[in-house]
């Protein structure tokens, strides 16, 4: 009789803690707050796996880019973008994935009252980097997008902003987050897969991305080109491969890298992938030393596969092995890169310097990172077709060529500084049964279901920027 008495004491307690019939329906298993940390990470992974990955269904820029050619399916190096949903696929990720968790992470730690001022600081200016890294990825891919009305849950129907003022926003941002960084400490130490909380080198990234994104206005706004620049240099940037934005992939599912996913077994069955002749011959051309980690051999000699035409797999070189590691690091922005820009930075007049000097240590760096000994990358930089004196073109050019091949694997990025730089001289599939009139991309074309379901704000979109079209020209490309 005691134990149904406490029994029922008990149910009658229970019963009077609950405010009402919906408290029964919450699933305790499932929360309903997330931490901010965890939302940090979540985006770190969603940005990372978009812009590594292979997929044809989502990443078609090493195509774009000439690195890598199909050998079945060509609607990818030919540049269809309807057959799949290749425009939703980026753009669902940034917007959902990435942004949409940043956000939520922010309003987690502000109202956080239990972490330290400076250490509330420079997560929110964590935050902010790889938010302004997601917001300018979608700038330069579409061109005008929804900015000041997106991730608003009561507006389904944002408008589309003008790109150039967008862009004009996040350079102000970057680096109001970047002079936080410089005054405080700490961040999400494990949660940061980046950096593990290290805010110095936090504050490197910052001022690198500051030199990347005030290099795609430079032909357009010089000046403030210059000002971004110079105080991004003078602040503090890479200084080393060390410092490199990398996603550190592993060998266990889901966290393998995406490029080994897509290319090699026990992970897939494709056997679609091949590097193009358009990166191969001239890397054999100049005995880069690399290429023996980006390629590998068949009948004992590097051979590309035709850009854009049927390939037989058997036929051609494959992508290196340390390219399909599963533990590869996912990298997306890094010392060699930077170093390529403050080169161009020189040259505009932008910053003080060596354009040499820089140049040399953007080589240098790529190949270092790739293993290359220093006797091999001194003999390379001596190669009177490699060396900045004597190399053929202007600064553009011979820039824009080298890296490009330092590009090698992080298609975006490449694609990006070909539409940029406008080096090298890429040709679309031409000829021999290739659909006439193709060009290769200067945009990615927005998301179909923008079409469908915001079709005023797209129709307006689409105006703006001279028509809705892979061949349309984004707002700094002038060139």
Same mark, same amino acid.
């Given at each position: 009789m005691k134990k149904i008495l406490i029994f029922l004491i008990t149910a009658v307690i229970g019963v009077s803690c609950v405010d009402s019939l919906e408290d029964w329906n919450v699933d305790p298993k499932s929360a309903t707050k997330v931490p901010g940390a965890m939302l940090f990470s979540n985006a770190l992974v969603g940005y990372s796996n978009a812009m590594v990955t292979p997929n044809v269904n989502s990443n078609n820029y090493r195509l774009y880019a000439q690195y890598w050619t199909t050998t079945t399916y060509l609607s990818e190096p030919r540049y269809n973008m309807t057959d799949r949903l290749i425009p939703q696929a980026l753009w669902q990720t940034m917007y959902r994935d990435v942004i *949409?968790?940043?956000?939520?992470?922010? /309003?987690?730690?502000?109202?956080?009252a239990a972490l330290l001022p400076a250490t509330k600081s420079a997560q929110l200016a964590q935050i902010e980097i790889v938010e302004i890294l997601a917001w300018s990825t979608l700038v330069n891919t579409f061109g005008n997008i929804p900015y000041t009305e997106a991730m608003d849950f009561a507006n389904p129907l944002p408008k589309f902003d003008d790109a150039k003022t967008v862009y004009s926003d996040l350079l102000k941002r970057l680096q109001a987050a970047v002079a936080t960084l410089k005054t405080n400490s700490g961040g999400f130490g494990n949660a940061d897969v980046f950096y593990k909380g290290d805010a110095q080198k936090w504050a490197k990234l910052g001022n690198s991305?500051?030199?990347?994104?005030?290099?795609?206005?430079?032909?357009?706004?010089? &000046?403030?080109? /210059?000002?971004?620049? &110079? &105080? +991004?240099?003078?602040?503090?940037? @890479?200084? *080393?491969?060390?410092?490199?934005?990398? @996603?550190?992939?592993?060998?266990?599912l889901p966290h393998v890298n995406p490029v080994a996913q897509n290319t090699v077994t026990p992970y897939t069955t494709r056997q679609d992938f091949i590097p193009a002749a358009t990166i191969v011959d001239p890397m054999k051309e100049l005995k880069d030393p690399r290429i023996s980690a980006f390629f590998t051999t068949i009948g004992g000699e590097y051979k590309g596969g035709n850009y854009g035409f049927l390939n037989a797999y058997s036929a051609y070189s494959k992508l290196g092995g340390r390219i399909t590691k599963a533990d590869e690091p996912g990298v997306l922005l890094d010392y060699s890169e930077t170093m390529f820009a403050l080169a161009e930075a020189v040259e505009r007049g932008f910053i003080t310097g060596? +354009?040499?000097?820089?140049?040399?240590?953007?080589?240098?760096?790529?190949?270092?990172?790739?293993?290359?000994? *220093?006797?091999?990358?001194?003999?390379?930089?001596?190669?009177?077709?490699?060396?900045?004196?004597? +190399?053929?073109?202007g600064y553009k050019q011979k820039i824009g060529f080298q890296k490009w091949i330092a590009l090698f694997n992080r298609g975006w990025e490449g694609w990006t500084e070909w539409?940029?730089?406008?080096?090298? /001289?890429?040709?679309?599939?031409t000829g021999s049964g290739a659909p006439a009139g193709l060009a290769i991309p200067l945009r990615v074309i927005y998301p179909p279901v923008e079409q469908g379901l915001n079709g005023v704000n797209y129709q307006s979109a689409a105006s703006a920027i001279g028509g809705d079209l892979a061949t349309t020209k984004l707002w700094w490309d002038v060139n």
């Open positions: *949409s968790d940043l956000r939520e992470a922010r /309003k987690s730690i502000e109202a956080d991305l500051l030199v990347r994104m005030g290099l795609m206005i430079a032909d357009v706004d010089a &000046s403030t080109a /210059k000002q971004i620049i &110079s &105080s +991004a240099v003078a602040s503090g940037v @890479f200084q *080393s491969n060390a410092d490199a934005l990398k @996603f550190p992939y592993n060998t266990t060596d +354009a040499q000097e820089y140049y040399n240590k953007g080589i240098t760096a790529s190949m270092e990172y790739w293993g290359v000994s *220093s006797d091999a990358i001194t003999t390379y930089l001596a190669n009177p077709k490699v060396a900045y004196k004597t +190399a053929e073109g539409r940029r730089l406008d080096y090298p /001289k890429l040709l679309p599939p």
